[in-house]
């Protein structure tokens, strides 16, 4: 069998309009909802540059439903330059961008393959001999609760199978159930590339056979870090695949820490922030990062001032504006600590000691975490607008407000004493 080669990509979110961060600058939301039509662009050059013989999208294409114009003309004229090219592209659809949402009236090219809601085997040759077959189904819908793996059947022995398909294997994946599967019945169907979509993190389930999730290829949110992109795969006569990570992303998410401990004035802290936030664009890439402040230091009681934390942002906001690459941080987090111990003033015996050992205490405890959730909040849960508004609390969330809480009350009993 004469060698080949394919892309594996997911989840392009084209178009995404990254709401969260238009509410505070128009100009950055509309920088970044370019970012994943630049990231499409930055796969189709790979595909061009690597040779490949095809592409293999694996869903979501789109952001909703309701896909703009703009993104799907976008995706065709891509597509196009690869059918130019020779190159040749499989598509399904996910629970983003299901069949029955918006579809423009397109002409595709013939290169160009979009499965739909019926399982489908398409033959794949190179330079006139069969290579490969890829078998694909679409999501008719978004909410897709069965299993579509059980639909898709290999094609002949003779050539490398390939599984195209948006699904969620296991069930501890974090994301939503859709045509939900499980690992073991993959590795048993046949096929020798799964060639999956719907987790954002790349990820390898399995190497005998390949149980692939490229990832996204932009990061869209803070829960997005580190490098985004698709994975190039190579397979030799003897049908055996070897994988490459190619990065496709323009923006970078990051998170990072400043600590307080050597540092003793606000000026210097101000400009240790924009030391580390310049510190964190890789290979021209635009960032929008997190910045906690941590440690113990003399400058926690200024920073546990009103209005200390929003001062800060709007300072580094300031001494960044004109940074190129773009350096957008989007939160200043305040996790420092004073330069007392509290695990040792537990200790002392007196009013305060009591507090912070009961705070411990709940923590520590998944009954005590539950009392807080019952007690504490459930008037709030319980009020229409706020259960709309406010995202569920779990245990990690309760333990950072007993955190808050225990040092609220150092502020405000030390200073009594």
């Known amino acids: 069998m004469k060698p080949f080669s394919f892309i594996h990509a997911a989840d392009l979110h084209i178009g995404s309009p990254f709401k969260g961060i238009s509410v505070e600058s128009a100009e950055v939301a509309e920088q970044l909802q370019k970012s994943t039509f630049s990231a499409f662009d930055a796969l189709i050059k790979a595909c061009i540059d690597h040779q490949v013989n095809f592409l293999l999208v694996a869903g979501d294409v789109y952001d909703g439903a309701d896909r703009s114009l ?54 794949v040759e190179v330079d006139g001999e069969s290579v490969a077959s890829v078998s694909g189904i679409s999501f008719p819908k978004k909410n897709v609760e069965i299993n579509l793996a059980k639909k898709l059947k290999p094609g002949p022995d003779h050539l490398f199978q390939i ?14 159930p859709y045509a939900p599967c499980e690992l073991g019945e993959l590795q048993s169907s046949g096929f020798n590339y799964w060639a ?19 990832g996204n290829s ?23 695949a070897e994988m490459e ?28 922030l924009v030391e580390v936030a310049e510190a964190l664009p890789e290979a021209g890439r635009d960032v929008v990062c997190r910045i906690s402040i941590e440690g113990r230091g003399p400058l926690y009681k200024e920073l546990r001032n009103e209005g200390a934390e929003a001062e800060l942002l709007q300072r580094i ?40 050992t009961l705070a411990n205490e709940t923590a520590e405890s998944p009954a005590g975490l539950q009392r807080i959730e019952a007690d504490a909040l459930d008037d709030l849960w319980k009020n229409p607008r706020a259960k709309k508004g406010l995202a569920p609390l ?20 030390e200073e009594e004493e």
């Not at 599984?163 to 939503?176: I, P």
């Not at 940074?323 to 111990?341: F, M, T």
């Not at 309760?398 to 609220?408: F, G, V």
């Open 218 to 240: 932009q990061g869209r949110s803070i829960r997005e870090q580190g490098a985004r992109g698709c994975y190039l795969v190579r397979v030799d006569r003897q049908c055996t």
């Open 317 to 356: 906001r300031q001494n960044l504006e004109s940074s190129d690459p773009l350096i957008w941080v989007q939160r200043i987090e305040l996790n420092c600590l004073p330069q007392v111990d509290l695990q040792q003033r537990a200790e002392q015996g007196d009013l305060l000691a009591e507090v912070l």
């Open 196 to 214: 999956l979509g719907h987790v954002h993190t790349r990820t390898k389930l399995s190497e005998n056979p390949w149980v692939v999730y490229p």
């Open 245 to 272: 990570f190619v990065p496709l992303d323009v923006v970078r998410w990051h998170q990072t820490s400043v600590s307080i401990l050597d540092i003793e004035s606000l000026d210097a802290l101000d400009r240790r």
């Open 70 to 123: 703009s993104a799907q003309l976008h995706f065709r004229d891509g597509l196009k330059q690869l059918a130019d090219a020779g190159i040749r592209s499989f598509v399904v659809h996910g629970n983003h961008d299901p069949l029955d949402g918006r579809v423009s009236t397109i002409e595709w090219p013939q290169e160009v393959h979009n499965f739909g809601k019926a399982a489908e085997t398409v033959t």
């Open 394 to 413: 779990d245990d990690a969330d309760i333990r950072k407000i007993l955190d808050q809480a225990k040092l609220l009350c150092l502020d405000l009993l």
């Open 163 to 176: 599984g195209l398909l948006h699904c969620n294997v296991g069930n501890d994946t974090g994301h939503d």
